[in-house]
Nanobody
């Protein structure tokens, strides 16, 4: 059974930092892409960052324009964890953050499309106050 469990959310003041973690278990695919999304009530889920494998151990990382230069995705493949480092947080970053897994290679054209991901975590709340 596939499980994705996020942690690291919380409340922080504007300008602060948080690091989200996603622990992945039960995934049988040897190569899979991971993504971080966020959602506020009434809005669609927004792709924030993605990471996708290529040949020879190379991974491509993608970041949405809205968080470019502030958020960074990384992964610890040996321990099946994916991280989202969030710096210089703004009140508009307030949302529920989700990690997601896809059993396929994703590219710059589709890493941010939620329907490309098969499995999702339960979400973790991030609240940024001004």
């Amino acid at each position: 059974q596939v499980q994705l469990v996020e942690s690291g959310g919380g409340s922080v003041q504007a300008g602060g930092s948080l690091r989200l973690s996603c622990a992945v278990s039960g995934y049988t695919y040897s190569k899979y892409s991971m993504g971080w999304f966020r959602q506020v009530p009434g809005n669609e889920r927004e792709g924030i960052a993605g990471i996708s494998p290529r040949d020879r151990g190379i991974y491509y990382a993608y970041t949405a324009d809205s968080v470019e230069g502030r958020f960074t995705i990384s992964q610890d493949k040996a321990n099946n964890k994916v991280y989202l480092q969030m710096n210089s947080l703004k009140p508009e970053d307030t949302a529920v953050y989700y990690c997601a897994a896809a059993p396929r290679t994703l590219t710059s054209a589709d890493w941010f499309v939620a329907s490309n991901y098969n499995d999702w975590g339960q979400g973790t709340q991030v609240t940024v106050s001004s």
